[in-house]
């Protein structure tokens, strides 16, 4: 069992479910759910387990369905919503187009495209403040650090050169709303080019704009 201590001093122990904190908790979990899903895929007719493919991270579930005439794809997903999980687990909507922190999207050629997610799109008000004001009291190696360390995880998370293109022209404005000074993220996206050999960080560094 797991004991916590509220804000008044009160004690209380967790009597239900797997225990809030543990170091065994994240295995408890994907060994739980491991079993519901195989419990459940052996339900399925096999020409409805040819059209789908599955990745979880442990709690996190992606799926790619195809859709057509010959089967019921809206049944399919109500089952897997519905009846793959004991209660009181249940999947939720976890917005189209994403899976945790990468955006993606499927192109007319039937690949996956997809890019670090970033919920503060150019020209809209920022919707999450995730790195200090250049203004502020952090050092500037740290400011330089987290920098390099973002755009080393964009470069990461592309697919291709469009979407790293797109992936980093909008991580760069972000920084740029924050006051970062365009010769920092030019010397920044020069660095990434020459450290990865990739010539899109030298064709996006052109499009660094100068305030926001």
């Not at 519905?82 to 993606?104: I, R």
């Amino acid at each position: 069992n797991t004991l916590m201590r509220d804000f008044d001093g009160q004690l209380w122990r967790q009597e239900k479910g797997i225990p809030m904190g543990d170091s065994h908790s994240p295995g408890m979990c994907v060994g739980a759910t491991a079993w519901m899903e195989e419990e459940w895929l052996n339900t399925l007719h096999a020409d409805s387990r040819d059209r789908f493919v599955a990745k979880r991270y442990m709690d996190d579930l992606l799926v790619f369905y195809a859709a057509g005439a010959g089967w019921d794809e809206e049944r399919f997903l109500g089952d897997l919503c519905n009846e793959c999980y004991l209660p009181p687990l249940k999947l939720e909507d976890g917005g189209n187009g994403t899976f945790l922190e990468t955006s993606y999207r499927i192109t007319k050629t039937n690949r996956v495209r997809h890019w670090l997610k970033n919920e503060n799109s150019i020209g809209q008000p920022p919707k999450t403040w995730r790195y200090a004001h250049y203004d502020s009291y952090t050092s500037f190696p740290q400011k330089r650090a987290t920098l390099m360390a973002c755009l080393k995880k964009v470069h990461k998370m592309a697919s291709d050169a469009t979407a790293l293109k797109i992936s980093a022209t909008q991580k760069l404005a972000e920084f740029s709303r924050l006051r970062y000074p365009r010769k920092l993220l030019w010397t920044a996206c020069t660095t990434m080019g020459v450290t990865s050999r990739d010539p899109t960080w030298f064709r996006t560094r052109e499009q660094i704009p100068y305030a926001y």
